[in-house]
């Protein structure tokens, strides 16, 4: 349990606290002088005190310091007393890069004095800023459009999306038209899309013709990039593939999360690692920019098994690879049944995957960490020969106002000069999503008026 008299910052507390992977009982107390802060933290019967000056130039700046020391004070209590050090110190959030674009150019400084960020960690983030020259613009000067849709044709054991079994769900079509009704309103409201995301769930799990209608509702944007997240191999057709084709899209996802066939299976995945094979070739035959996700530390996999899923992805070549580490949320079945690897097991197998993938070619270009990850690690996209995937930048380092369309799509108006961002978040339900969708392209327009 946390105890603290900052009550606001009492879950930023219980994120560093959860890096540990134990059940933690912690006080932490922050006095305050003037513009110095001097904080207690009580934890297993021993006080630790730390204090610190708070330079700032207006109160959004004091907030900002006042929980960084926060969570400083606590990670290093919690460093003192388990003899442990986490790869990314006491940076909790998602976006790391993008903090370090905030910090300017002593990012680094600050990663590794202030935050105490591993060496490596500091490393990736800098290799990461460099390949993203190329596609950085001021924060809010693009527009990205996002497409949901949220069906895959089974649940995989670790899955925490908002994903519904296709052969289960009885709303498709009228999910599919309410969809087109949004992608429409998205089309009047007179912005240039950088890229658009068909994401899901397997988007390529609807059948042909639905397909088609969604494709065709997006095939007189112009855009710089149109990635498809086709994922499954199960779900992959060279009908569906020269129907993506035929629209302008430029990528498609093959994912395949491991080469080992046991581990598929354990995963709740209905093919085989040949599956994964002979579709990869197809989707390459028809000319597409191709990236493949892999996860570090699925369940019964030892170094081993994933060292093995990494060559054999550096043996197929895609122009991408994705590097996610195992994150169990609620919400998959998984999540009661695994033990978490050892942090130590997962860091090697994250580790050989940069230093294989690195001497193969690729270099990464953007990461972000989520909570209750394998190790307190995070996922990385690698790309070769300048294919980074615009959309993943956009995002991840919001500099791009993102229309999303379709259940649980979180639609954000970046306004840089500002320094702030608005959201819409759509329902995640398909039947509250359908009885609402007037009411959600109309909020939209307003967003984006
Ligand atoms: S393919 Fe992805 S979205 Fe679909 S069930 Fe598996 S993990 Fe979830």
Redesign the pocket.
């Known amino acids: 349990m946390i105890t603290t008299n900052l009550d606001n910052l009492a879950s930023e507390i219980a994120e560093v606290a959860n890096e540990f992977s134990k059940e933690i009982d912690l006080t932490l107390n922050a006095a305050f002088n003037g513009d110095k802060m001097s904080v207690e933290v009580v934890f297993a019967d021993k006080t630790y005190n730390y204090s610190y000056d708070l330079k700032y130039e207006n109160e959004l700046e004091r907030k900002r310091y006042v929980k960084r020391y926060v969570k400083l004070s606590a990670y290093k209590t919690l460093c003192d007393h388990y003899g442990e050090k986490m790869p990314w110190g006491a940076l909790t959030g998602i976006r790391p890069t993008k903090l370090a674009y905030q910090q300017g150019e002593n990012w680094r400084d600050f990663f590794i004095n202030d935050m105490l960020v591993s060496a490596d960690k500091t490393e990736l983030v800098g290799k990461i800023l460099d390949a993203q020259k190329p596609y950085m613009v001021k924060a809010g000067g693009v527009n990205d459009l996002f497409v949901s849709i949220p069906f895959?044709p089974t649940?995989?054991a670790?899955?925490s999306?908002l994903?519904c079994e296709i052969g289960r769900e009885k709303h498709v079509n009228e999910y599919i038209a309410a969809l087109i009704n949004e992608i429409e309103a998205a089309k009047r409201l007179g912005l240039n899309y950088r890229s658009i995301y068909v994401g899901?769930?397997?988007p390529v799990s609807i059948e042909t013709p639905l397909l088609k209608t969604v494709l065709d509702a997006l095939s007189d944007i112009k855009t710089q990039e149109f990635t498809v997240e086709a994922?499954?191999p199960d779900c992959i057709t060279e009908e569906k593939l020269k129907l993506l084709k035929d629209h302008g899209v430029t990528r498609v996802c093959v994912n395949p999360q491991t080469f080992s066939d046991k581990t598929l299976s354990v995963i709740g995945r209905k093919h085989s690692v040949k599956d994964v094979i002979e579709k990869y070739e197809l989707t390459k035959s028809f000319g597409f920019t191709v990236n493949m996700d892999l996860i570090a530390g699925l369940p019964e996999e030892t170094f081993e098994d994933f060292k093995y899923s990494i060559d054999k992805a550096i043996e197929l070549y895609p122009e991408n690879v994705t590097v996610h580490t195992l994150c169990l949320k609620k919400g998959s079945k998984l999540k009661e049944s695994v033990e978490r690897l050892s942090a130590g097991e997962v860091d090697k197998m994250v580790d050989y995957a940069h230093a294989a993938l690195f001497s193969a070619g690729y270099v990464p270009y953007y990461l972000y960490r989520q909570k209750y990850m394998a190790g307190n690690l995070e996922n990385t996209g690698y790309e070769r020969n300048d294919t980074a995937c615009i959309y993943n930048i956009d995002i991840m380092e919001e500099i791009g106002s993102i229309v999303a369309c379709g259940a649980n799509g979180v639609s954000k108006r970046v306004f840089g000069d500002e320094n702030r961002i608005e959201r819409l978040a759509a329902p995640k339900d398909i039947l509250t999503y359908l009885n609402k969708i007037n009411l959600i392209i109309s909020d939209k327009n307003e967003l984006f008026a």
């Open positions: 895959c649940r995989c670790y899955c999306f994903s899901g769930g397997t994922g499954r």
